[in-house]
């Protein structure tokens, strides 16, 4: 399996920006697709965002869309989620998770991911 840390979380204000990254180790990440979901605390990890192993498709939850992008760059083994104009509700832990894709370019459900970080912590205050 790969192995994946996340990093670039924090505080911010209403309406600024944060870039989370996601670095893989140990398999080359050019193969999986990758997710970022989040958490907060007492609810369910909800998926955020996705993109195919090559990078070409992507896919956001409606809560997201508009404001963050997610993207990869395979030779650096990373993957990325740019947050713009954050909202207090975007507030979570956000895990990045990679998946081997099964006739499909990425998985909106946690199950198919089969590598997961860590998390890392975003708090956006009002």
């Known amino acids: 399996q790969v192995q994946l840390i996340e990093s670039g979380g924090g505080l911010v204000q209403a309406g600024g920006s944060l870039r989370l990254s996601c670095a893989a180790s140990g398999r080359t990440l050019s193969s999986y697709s990758m997710g970022w979901f989040r958490q907060a605390p007492g609810l369910e990890r909800e998926f955020v965002a996705a993109?195919?192993?090559?990078?070409?498709?992507?896919y956001y939850a409606d809560s997201v869309k508009g404001r963050f992008t997610i993207s990869r760059d395979n030779a650096k083994n990373t993957a990325y989620l740019q947050m713009n104009s954050l909202k207090p509700e975007d507030t979570a832990v956000y895990y990045c998770a990679a998946a081997i894709p099964r006739g499909v370019p990425y998985y909106t459900q946690p199950r198919p991911y089969g590598s997961w970080g860590q998390g890392t912590q975003v708090t956006v205050s009002s």
């Open positions: 993109i195919s192993s090559s990078g070409g498709i992507t």
